[in-house]
């Protein structure tokens, strides 16, 4: 929610439309009557933050956002301690047997 610079009234989105698959133009207008100062902005997705978990779905056109590889470097991380926890596993009930 944004709120009149003039007056500090809350501002009511009036008009919005798609200019771009990924960017929206919104124009809001103060809901006091006697100000009724109007502004307008934008918004816009920038990045692909984590994947569709959707099968086939269509990859993303959006930059990855930071957080995108950490997330993906942390769970191939994980992954790879997971594996290393099994192997040790394994060793230890093979030592286990003998
Ligand atoms: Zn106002």
Redesign the pocket.
Known sequence: MFN?E??G?VLIKRTSYLSHQHLRHDTYV?D?PV?S?SYTGHTELTAIASPSGMPNARPSDLPEAPAYTRNLALKAYREAQADQQLDLLDSQLATADH
Do not use: D, L, V
């Open positions: 009149c003039a007056c009234g103060c006091n100000c100062a």
